[in-house]
Each structure stands twice: as C-alpha cells, then as structure tokens.
C-alpha cells in the first residue's frame, strides 16, 4: 500500500512494482517483516484491547515506515507527496 498513495498507476504495475522491490532488497523486506511481527506479538502478551486497537495501526505504521525508505530512492522528486 506504500506504492498505492506514492504513484497513480493501474494496480497491475503497482503490483508488478512491488515484486520488482521486493526482490531487489530482500534483506530489507525480511527486516521490515520481522519489525511488523513485534506489535503483533507484543499484543499477545497484552490485554486484548490492545490487539483490537493498537495492533494494526502499529504494523501498518513500521510497514509504511520501512517501505518508504526503499521507495523514496526510487520516485522522482516531483512524484513525492511528501517526505
């Protein structure tokens, strides 16, 4: 989803886009995974309205946060919203 409000392109290169990324820098996408992973098991270990609320703003906050540092070597400056 950090492609989809960066660029206006049709899904299928988004996608297509997103594949090229993701093998170009595994190692990155391993760690950006593994990071998402820790609010996920740091709700299992807090009550549960901390897995209602907070689990999946937190993991879609440090995805965003790790694939715009990948993304941003790769969009022009005048395709940038904002950085």
Same mark, same amino acid.
């Given at each position: 989803? #950090?492609?989809?409000?960066? !660029?206006? !392109? #049709? =899904? &299928?290169? %988004? %996608?297509? $886009?997103?594949? &090229? ?6 190692? $990155? /996408?391993?760690?950006?995974? %593994?990071?998402?992973? %820790?609010? @996920?098991?740091?709700? @299992?270990?807090? #009550? /549960?309205?901390? =897995? ?8 879609? =906050?440090?995805? !965003? ?5 990948? @993304?941003?070597?790769?969009? $022009? =400056?005048?395709?940038? @919203?904002?950085?």
């Amino acid at each position: 989803w #950090p492609l989809l409000v960066t !660029q206006d !392109q #049709p =899904l &299928r290169v %988004l %996608l297509t $886009n997103a594949l &090229r990324l993701a093998f170009a820098h595994p190692l $990155n /996408g391993a760690g950006v995974a %593994l990071l998402a992973a %820790l609010p @996920i098991v740091g709700s @299992i270990l807090l #009550p /549960g309205f901390f =897995l209602l609320t907070c689990t999946g703003a937190g993991t879609a =906050l440090l995805v !965003q946060w790790g694939a715009w540092r990948i @993304i941003r070597r790769y969009v $022009n =400056l005048e395709e940038r @919203i904002t950085e």
